[in-house]
Nanobody, 115 residues
């Protein structure tokens, strides 16, 4: 079992920035792929950014150039740096850890982009 604890959400104006953090209950980055997903009201959950155990990253087209996923092995933390935020980025953001069919989710953190 892996527990994931997210933090860093909040209310921000359009054009602003936020950094989300996710801390697993144990060191897993060497074998688990990590990802940030989001789900807006009435919409399906979607993958925003992912980083494989080998360090390869991928992004949703609409966030490329604005969001950056990274991890700090020493701090056992994965981050999602979000810049130039738009109202359409408003959603609950979830941290995910996956290894084959084994997958774990955090509790989610709300990000609201509004003036």
């Amino acid at each position: 079992q892996v527990q994931l604890v997210e933090s860093g959400g909040g209310l921000v104006q359009p054009g602003g920035s936020l950094r989300l953090s996710c801390v697993p209950s144990r060191s897993i980055f060497s074998i688990y792929d990590m990802g940030w997903y989001r789900q807006a009201p009435g919409k399906q959950r979607e993958l925003v950014a992912g980083i494989t155990s080998g360090g390869i990253t991928n992004y949703l087209d609409s966030v490329k150039g604005r969001f950056t996923i990274s991890r700090d092995n020493a701090k056992n933390t994965v981050y999602l740096q979000m810049n130039s935020l738009k109202p359409e980025d408003t959603a609950v953001y979830y941290c995910n850890a996956a290894l084959g069919i084994e997958t774990y989710w955090g509790q989610g953190t709300q990000v609201t982009v509004s003036s």
